[in-house]
């Protein structure tokens, strides 16, 4: 009825002045909207900001690529609000349901994978949504598990199955909190077991649109699905170009550039030029290079918190971490490190106390606005720029926070043996050493 819902004038303007939500309607075929298939996803809430970095990866490759399909043309991935993370401890924070536009630079992102953040998907459903029902109508939610055994006669295969011997429901956190969004109502819930990688969703959704789908008439309808614990869906192809796209996509957001900037002027002398390093203002102009200097100054990524506990065999003492730094600052000629890290501040003042001799700089935001503004997750990711852009980088073994810095070094263009080093359990020892991946252009 397009007299009561606007004509397309109408609408396109007040999309454009951005005037939403309103308590109005627009037709989707106006807006282009036609057909539309959103793709909302989740991670478990017991995985750790880099882990979902990475399974970010994994899905925007799936859905650049599902973009070339007819059916899913106007494919658009919904980026899941962040929740409080099990690492962000400071109190007094609001640190729940944040936006990826916190941490990510969105532009950047879309010109890879069309992704909207979880308010600008709530926008769009308003738009040509029923004014009167709030809710976000979800077809099918899909909760991925493992198979209970991966490999058949010794051969590991691609494959899924709905679970159907066993009940399955929306109740538990599991798959992540995307589902207790008030706005979200789920049409049908399925438990799946999914092995393998993320082109294989493609035949999981169609399956899904099959199903949903009546007659010719209503094949272009707009659609939502929903797959939680995408942590279970494995990349394509790890590593390869596409990959690296995605990665490089994945800039920060300027203000936490800016931060990190600012700080490497005023606390380490760096600037991008005394670097070597002159970023293009799109990741699309980026070319390999590999003639970084870094700053005058070593980075040591010295992860504390669980680790300690879990990773006891492979996590340094701070007395063997502060020796193998110092070895290092001897080698390299330089004086200062700067040290990122999850240590308590009570461990933070025993690393100080060994390292009497040299300069050991850490961030830490200037005033309270300052860490309100940026929160733990952006204290985090001041910290892995300001490694990033170092002249030696050494990382804690199996951690994903210094595989991210790994890439991001990668991209910058650092060689490589400045880049891929791990700490070791203690000084001497012979040590497992984190993998090397490099950028693949
Ligand atoms: O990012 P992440 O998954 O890396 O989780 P791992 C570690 C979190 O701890 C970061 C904080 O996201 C930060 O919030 N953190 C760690 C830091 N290192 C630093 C640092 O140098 N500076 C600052 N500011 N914050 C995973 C865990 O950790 O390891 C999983 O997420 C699990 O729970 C797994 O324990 C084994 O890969 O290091």
């Given at each position: 009825n397009g007299a009561s819902r606007g004509s397309s004038a109408t609408c396109a303007k007040r999309v454009l002045q951005e005037i939403l939500p309103l308590p109005e309607t627009c037709p989707p075929e106006v807006l282009g909207l036609r057909g539309t298939v959103y793709i909302l996803y989740d991670v478990n809430i017991s995985e750790g900001f880099n882990l979902r970095r990475d399974v970010y990866i994994r899905v925007a490759v799936f859905v650049r690529r599902l973009q070339r399909r007819r059916r899913f043309r106007q494919v658009r991935l919904v980026l899941p609000p962040w929740p409080r993370l099990y690492h962000w401890h400071s109190q007094g924070l609001q640190q729940a349901g944040l936006p990826w536009s916190h941490f990510f630079d969105l532009d950047s992102l879309r010109r890879y994978a069309p992704v909207l953040d979880y308010d600008e998907f709530l926008a769009e459903q308003r738009i040509f949504g029923n004014p009167g029902a709030p809710l976000v109508h979800v077809a099918h939610a899909f909760r991925l598990q493992h198979y209970k055994v991966m490999l058949e006669h010794g051969i590991f295969r691609d494959k899924f199955e709905r679970v159907t011997d066993k009940p399955c429901s929306e109740g538990s956190l599991s798959g992540g909190p995307l589902l207790q969004q008030a706005e979200l109502r789920v049409g049908r819930f399925h438990c799946v077991r999914f092995q393998g990688s993320a082109g294989l969703l493609e035949k999981l959704l169609r399956e899904a649109i099959a199903e949903d789908t009546a007659g010719p008439e209503d094949a272009d309808d707009m659609r939502t699905y929903a797959l939680l614990s995408a942590e279970t869906v494995l990349h394509d192809h790890w590593g390869d170009e596409h990959f690296w796209q995605a990665r490089r996509s994945m800039r920060f957001a300027r203000r936490l550039d800016?931060?990190?900037?600012?700080?490497?002027?005023?606390?380490?002398?760096?600037?991008?030029?005394?670097?070597?390093?002159?970023?293009?203002?799109?990741?699309?102009?980026?070319?390999?290079?590999?003639?970084?200097?870094?700053?005058?100054?070593?980075?040591?990524?010295?992860?504390?918190?669980?680790?300690?506990?879990?990773?006891?065999?492979?996590?340094?003492?701070?007395?063997?971490?502060?020796?193998?730094?110092?070895?290092?600052?001897?080698?390299?000629?330089?004086?200062?490190?700067?040290?990122?890290?999850?240590?308590?501040?009570?461990?933070?003042?025993?690393?100080?106390?060994?390292?009497?001799?040299?300069?050991?700089?850490?961030?830490?935001?200037?005033?309270?606005?300052?860490?309100?503004?940026?929160?733990?997750?952006?204290?985090?990711?001041?910290?892995?720029?300001?490694?990033?852009?170092?002249?030696?980088?050494?990382?804690?073994?199996?951690?994903?926070?210094?595989?991210?810095?790994?890439?991001?070094?990668?991209?910058?263009?650092?060689?490589?043996?400045?880049?891929?080093?791990?700490?070791?359990?203690?000084?001497?020892?012979s040590c497992s050493r984190n993998a090397v991946w490099p950028i693949v252009w």
């Open positions: 800016q931060v990190a900037a600012d700080f490497r002027l005023h606390a380490l002398a760096t600037t991008d030029a005394s670097v070597g390093v002159q970023r293009p203002a799109l990741w699309e102009l980026e070319r390999p290079k590999r003639d970084a200097k870094g700053g005058d100054y070593l980075c040591a990524h010295l992860r504390r918190g669980d680790f300690v506990r879990a990773r006891e065999a492979t996590t340094p003492t701070l007395k063997a971490a502060a020796q193998q730094i110092k070895q290092l600052l001897r080698a390299f000629n330089m004086t200062t490190v700067f040290l990122a890290t999850d240590a308590t501040p009570y461990e933070l003042m025993e690393l100080k106390e060994l390292f009497y001799r040299f300069r050991l700089v850490h961030f830490a935001p200037e005033s309270n606005a300052q860490r309100r503004a940026l929160k733990d997750g952006g204290v985090a990711v001041v910290d892995q720029l300001v490694c990033a852009y170092a002249r030696y980088f050494v990382g804690t073994y199996e951690s994903t926070f210094t595989y991210r810095i790994y890439e991001e070094r990668e991209i910058l263009g650092f060689n490589q043996a400045s880049t891929f080093n791990t700490f070791c359990k203690a000084l001497g020892g």
